[in-house]
């Protein structure tokens, strides 16, 4: 029988490129998304564009009724929708930090609540939350988007102890910087017209964030990285995926003492 994912975010980046990869494998795709205006139709064959803002619980209840009347059984999720913001954490707003949260980590605890009951009476089921390289290290000037992968880290990891039991599984998916509408559309999110104290160390650090984009892997990348999860039947829960660059400097962040990798950062990215 063919086999059935969901997506959030798939309008652009990593979920738009997870929705073609599945459904060129013959999957049938839910590429779900805020707007589905802005669906950019490559693939139209195995794919159903649903509207989907992992925020509004309403919205997401909707859709999975859909899905769930289309479909006798949906095998994957993919917790993909989300977005991060540069700059120093003074400068932003409680409204910025929540709306970070709403979507990289309530949103995602929302769409799981939704599907648990379909997966658990399946005694089946895969839930697959796009975290980060972030998600296990961090650089400067990322503190809250660092903060809320960290959370899907922590999240993911315990909650594969207590959906074991039912069949169900849960997999992270680590991207390391990936050419997307979030890297490239990516501006200092965390400014302020008063205080000018972190400006000099802003915009230096920014210029090593643009280096790092060029050093991008395409986000077609991640979207086999996501199959390989979905489909490897392996009781794992971490996949790393980026540049050669970013998978040693988290080898280094797992075995080096903290101290000594906290002093390359600093050398390779504020010198
Ligand atoms: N690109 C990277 O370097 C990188 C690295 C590590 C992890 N990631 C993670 O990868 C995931 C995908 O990001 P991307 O790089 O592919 O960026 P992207 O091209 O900006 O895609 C982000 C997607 O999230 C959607 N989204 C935002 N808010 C939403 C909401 N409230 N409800 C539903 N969808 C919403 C966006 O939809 P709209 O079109 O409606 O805005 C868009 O489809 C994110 O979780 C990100 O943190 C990215």
Excluded at 218 to 237: C, H, Q, R, Y
Aim: aromatic share 10%; charged share 20%; net charge positive.
């Amino acid at each position: 029988m063919r086999r059935t994912i969901l997506i959030t975010g798939a309008s652009s980046g990593i979920g738009l490129a997870t929705a073609n990869y599945f459904a060129k494998n013959n999957w049938l795709v839910f590429a779900t998304m805020r707007n589905s205006e802005h669906y950019v139709n490559n693939q139209v064959e195995n794919i159903v564009p649903l509207e989907l803002d992992v925020t509004d619980k309403q919205k997401i209840k909707n859709c999975m009724d859909f899905v769930l009347k289309k479909v006798d059984k949906l095998d994957v999720i993919v917790n993909n929708a989300g977005f991060g913001g540069y700059g120093a954490f003074e400068l932003s707003t409680p409204d910025q930090r929540q709306s970070m949260y709403d979507v990289n980590v309530f949103g995602m605890m929302n769409v799981i609540q939704e599907i648990l009951p379909h997966f658990r009476a399946n005694n089946s089921g895969l839930i697959i939350n796009v975290s980060s390289i972030g998600g296990l290290m961090t650089y400067p000037l990322y503190s809250v988007y660092h903060s809320t992968k960290w959370a899907v880290e922590g999240f993911s990891e315990s909650l594969n102890f207590e959906l074991k039991h039912f069949g169900i599984g849960v997999k992270l998916i680590e991207p390391g910087v990936t050419k997307s509408n979030f890297v490239y559309g990516a501006q200092i999110m965390f400014k302020s017209n008063t205080v000018g104290d972190y400006d000099s160390y802003m915009n230096k650090l920014y210029l090593k964030v643009n280096e790092t984009v060029a050093r991008a892997i395409p986000s077609g990348k991640v979207a086999e990285k996501i199959f390989e999860a979905a489909t490897d039947n392996k009781e794992k829960l971490r996949y790393p995926v980026g540049n050669s660059q970013s998978l040693i400097l988290l080898k280094l962040r797992q075995i080096l003492p903290l101290k000594l990798f906290i002093k390359l950062i600093r050398t390779r990215i504020e010198k």
